[in-house]
């Protein structure tokens, strides 16, 4: 049953009201209606049923400005719950609407509604939306477009075009069905049947020649592609034939801009990037293929999409494709990550933190649990796959961890206990042969002090199948300062970290059998995932959770929770 719209009118209502006493926003006030439903789609040869919002695929966009509040009504009348994250969204003291499973809320049951409270703050450019329950993200995602406050302007000029690219995975099976049979068999997921370009899987797949989204251009005019990666298990190379693109934005701030041939781009990041149609009038293919560089499984297919210039011209019999670097190429995925820096002028200062006052050395496995006999899995014996953080996996609790953290009068003690700083038994992480497999597990939370001053250093390992980790943090965004191969070095490596102008972000490439550095303040306080962006590990366990104290006085501590939060029973 659909909710009565004066009553949404009435919660709106409040929630506004709590927004003017306890928000300094300057911003205008944005409202959507969602409703999240299924949908069949037919792809592939294939017709499924999907989850959806408001029967879309990806999702619909929110358009907002720098500093505003956007309140979005999510109506569930799907067959299971769901919740909603705002990734890259900081939620300046307001973890209550961040949105993950279990972590903040509980999931928002079949025939509820919940209104969330979007602040933005010092975000501008390209962010995006996506489900935080199981993997219900697969089809329930779309970007958000933080246009610059009024009175300010784009740090480049303004463009001719403005275009969201959403990539995506698709399955012909319900992706649900390829959670369970995964949890009861202990394996690894099936991998996906495609990738989509904005829903589409283009014409190297089954069926879908006619559908292959294009982009028609104007000669001599330049675009700006808003880039999200919504895509659940794979990191991937993009590429325009014939076309440079400039990058000049990551996560929802600007970057020094600077020219490519090819993005590479992991789940959950975003990349701003103009593109000026200077070629002949023609077709030109946009190809999204995988980067991987590890033995697990993964979808080897490539999507293509079109770039179609205006005019009159005989359509070609043979489209340029552009060339790309290996699918194993990690010198060229790390060359790219080094070239993001942040502009670091006047009007887009950056605060990196020198004097560091909490320091965590992170190592980053996919590792193994052993089963009952009964269980039947089937991983080396019997025994399941798992992914840990310091030799913890993360149990998910049964109950919003947020509410918990509240009623126990902001108090960590009995709720969950401490992560380690370090490594429980420090080991060669990149070269180990001899490394036991298997990890703990537990309810393992990190804990901060208003205003510490963070840096956290990831450490691939060599234990078990090693890969690249995409590692994102939610409530904030962070400095990325370094990243290289191998062991990560105390004494010398800190010598090359970039202070100066490294680049603002939410998600990274931790890489395989290497590290990377980030930095940030602890002034966001409140309760915040952070976790793997595959899918597959953050459901083993490649995750904890940051408790950010409050600080001593209203405005440097969390909020308290709106009216009404989603029940956990």
Known sequence: MKPKMGLISGVLGFIFLNTLLFSKSEGAVRKYYWVVKQTNFTK????????????????????????????????????????????????????????????????????????????????????????????????????????????TSYPFK??????????????????????????????????????????????????????????????????????VNSILNEEMFFAIANH??????????????????????????????????NQ??????MVLT????????????????????????????SIPTPTFPNISD??????????????????????VPKNITKQIFMTVSVNLFACPNSTGCTVDGNNKLAASLNNNSFVMPSTSLLQEYYDNNYNV???????????????????VTNMSAFTSEGRKVITFNY?????IVFQGTNIGATQNHPMHLHGYSFYLVGTGSADFDNGTDPGRFNLVDPPEVNTIAVPRKGWTAIRFKADNPGVWFMHCHFERHTSWGMSTVVIVKNGGTNETSMRPPPSYMPPCS
């Open 44 to 151: 592939l040869c294939t017709t499924s049923t999907v989850l959806t919002v408001n029967d879309r695929f990806p999702g619909p966009e929110i358009h907002a400005k720098k500093g505003d509040t956007v309140f979005v009504t999510v109506q569930n009348d799907g067959p299971y719950g769901i919740t909603i994250h705002w990734h890259g969204v900081r939620q300046p003291r307001n973890p209550w609407s961040d949105g993950p499973e279990y972590i903040t809320q509980c999931p928002i049951k079949p025939g509820g509604n919940f209104t969330q409270e979007i602040n933005l703050s010092t975000e501008e450019g390209t962010l995006w939306w996506h489900a935080h329950s199981d993997w219900s993200r697969a089809t329930v995602h779309g970007a958000i477009k933080v246009f610059p406050a009024k009175g």
């Open 158 to 227: 303004k463009p001719a075009g403005d275009q969201t690219i959403v990539f995506s995975s698709w399955y012909k099976s319900d992706v649900m069905d390829v959670l369970d049979e995964a949890i009861s068999t202990g394996g690894d997921p099936n991998v996906s049947d495609a990738y989509t370009i904005n829903g589409e899987p283009g014409d190297l797949y089954d069926c879908s020649n006619e559908t292959m989204y294009s982009l028609l251009v104007k000669t001599g005019k330049t675009y700006l592609l808003r880039i």
């Open 244 to 277: 440079n693109m400039t990058v000049v934005g990551s996560d929802g701030a600007y970057v020094k801009p600077f020219s490519t041939d090819y993005l590479f781009i992991t789940p959950g990041q975003t990349m701003d990037v103009l593109v000026r149609a």
């Open 280 to 285: 002949p009038a023609s077709y030109y293919y």
């Open 290 to 317: 995988p980067f991987l560089d590890t033995e697990s499984s993964y979808d080897n297919t490539t999507s293509r999409a079109l770039i179609k210039y205006r005019g009159k011209y005989t359509t070609p019999s």
């Open 330 to 351: 990690s010198i060229s995925a790390q060359l790219f990550v080094v070239r993001l820096k942040s502009l670091a002028d006047a009007a887009h200062p950056i605060n």
């Open 413 to 431: 003690n009995h709720i969950a206990d401490k992560l380690p700083n370090k490594p429980p038994t420090p080991f060669n992480y990149t070269t």
């Open 451 to 455: 205003g510490d001053k963070v840096e």
